[in-house]
C-alpha cells in the first residue's frame, strides 16, 4: 500500500458486507528518521496508523484471530465490514506507539512473534543489511552470488542493492539469509553486534509480552524462531524451529499453540508438510501474507492477509 494521506481510504476499499479482511503490520514509529532504513515503510508513522485505525472503526467492525478461527470453523458469517488486526515478529513498538491507539478505539490485535527476536533484541538478516547499506561509507559492495559489484553511490542505487539482496534471499532455499547478513556487514565494515535500540529494531521483551496479554488488548502468538522460512527447512530443522518458538511462548509468557504464522508467509514460503507439523503441535490458525478476503470457511491454514506495513 502506499503510505501517504490517501493509506486510509486504500485500507477501507478492503472492507465488504460479507467476509474479513486480515490487515498485516510490523511496526508504528513516532516518525520517519532514516535516509535508507523503513524505506520498505514497514513501520508507518503513529498519524498514519491513528487516522487509518479511526476510519476502520468508524465503517467496520474489529474482531480478533480468535473469533475469526471461530467462525471460520462453523462456517458462520462475519460481521458485515469485519476487520482484524495483526503484526508480524514482535516490536516493541506495537505495545509502545500503537498499542495506546487500539486500546482508544477498542482494536483488538494479534502479534505473531519470532521467539528468537524477542529473546535476545535482535534484528532481522535484512535489517542488520539496511543498517549496513545505509551507514557504509564503501562507494560499492561486491558479494559472491549477487551478480558481481554493486554501486552504492546513492539513495536509489543502495535501494537496488537491497531490492536484489531480498530477492535472492526470500527465494532461493539454498541461501542462509543469516549468513548472508554476515558476509555483507563484513563487507561494508560494520561489525557491530545484531542488537539495537533504535525503534524501528527493538524488539518486545518476555515482561511486556505477559503485562500486554494481561491487559487484554493484544494476543500473541508463533512466527517461528529465527524467522525462518518454513518450506525451506529440512525435516529436523522444521521441528527444531517449531519445537523451539512454541516451548518458548509456553514457558516465558503462558502463551499457547493455538496460533501462529508463515515468516513471509507467500506461496512458496508454506506448504502441506508445514501445516501438518503446525497441526501436530496443536495449531489451529496460521494466516499466509498472501492477499485476498477470508469468508466463512476459509481454511484457517490459508487466511488471506492484506499487508499494509
Not at 474489529?62 to 467462525?71: F, G, T
Not at 503484526?87 to 487500539?102: C, K, M, S
Not at 529465527?226 to 527447512?233: M, T, Y
Request: proline content about 5%.
Amino acid at each position: 500500500m502506499i503510505h501517504d494521506a490517501t493509506l486510509p481510504e486504500q485500507m477501507l476499499s478492503w472492507l465488504r458486507p460479507q467476509g474479513a479482511v486480515v490487515f498485516l503490520f510490523h511496526g508504528v514509529i513516532e516518525n520517519q528518521k532514516h535516509y535508507i532504513r523503513n524505506y520498505t515503510g514497514k513501520h508507518l508513522t503513529r498519524e498514519l496508523f491513528e487516522v487509518s485505525i479511526a476510519r476502520l472503526v468508524e465503517k467496520g467492525n474489529a474482531i480478533s484471530m480468535n473469533q475469526i478461527l471461530d467462525l471460520c470453523n462453523k462456517k458462520k458469517s462475519f460481521p458485515p465490514y469485519s476487520f482484524a488486526v495483526t503484526f508480524d515478529d514482535g516490536f516493541e513498538n506495537n505495545l509502545t506507539v500503537a498499542g495506546p491507539i487500539l486500546s482508544c478505539y477498542g482494536v483488538p490485535a494479534m502479534v505473531y512473534l519470532a521467539t528468537g527476536f524477542v529473546e535476545e533484541n535482535r534484528m532481522s538478516w535484512i535489517d542488520q543489511i539496511e543498517r549496513a547499506v545505509e551507514d557504509t561509507e564503501k562507494p560499492e559492495a561486491s558479494i559472491t552470488g549477487l551478480g558481481g559489484q554493486a554501486s552504492l553511490k546513492t539513495r536509489s542505487e543502495k535501494i537496488k542493492f537491497l531490492e536484489l539482496v531480498r530477492k535472492s534471499a526470500k527465494n532461493d532455499p539454498t541461501c542462509d539469509p543469516e549468513n548472508l547478513a554476515r558476509l555483507i556487514c563484513a563487507e561494508l565494515g560494520d561489525a557491530r553486534p545484531s542488537v539495537s535500540e533504535d525503534p524501528i529494531d527493538k524488539k518486545m521483551n518476555w515482561k511486556q509480552v505477559k503485562k500486554a496479554r494481561a491487559e487484554g488488548i493484544f494476543e500473541f502468538g508463533g512466527h517461528s524462531h529465527r524467522h525462518a522460512i518454513l518450506s525451506f527447512l529440512s525435516e529436523e530443522q522444521l521441528a527444531n524451529e517449531l519445537d523451539t518458538s512454541l516451548g518458548l511462548l509456553k514457558s516465558k509468557a503462558g502463551i499457547g499453540s493455538k496460533h501462529y504464522s508463515y515468516p513471509e508467509g507467500l506461496a512458496h514460503c508454506f506448504n502441506d508438510r508445514v501445516i501438518a507439523e503446525l497441526k501436530h503441535r496443536g495449531v489451529q490458525c496460521c494466516p499466509t501474507a498472501l492477499q485476498g478476503i477470508n469468508m466463512p470457511g476459509t481454511d484457517p491454514f490459508h487466511l488471506f492477509r492484506v499487508q499494509v506495513a
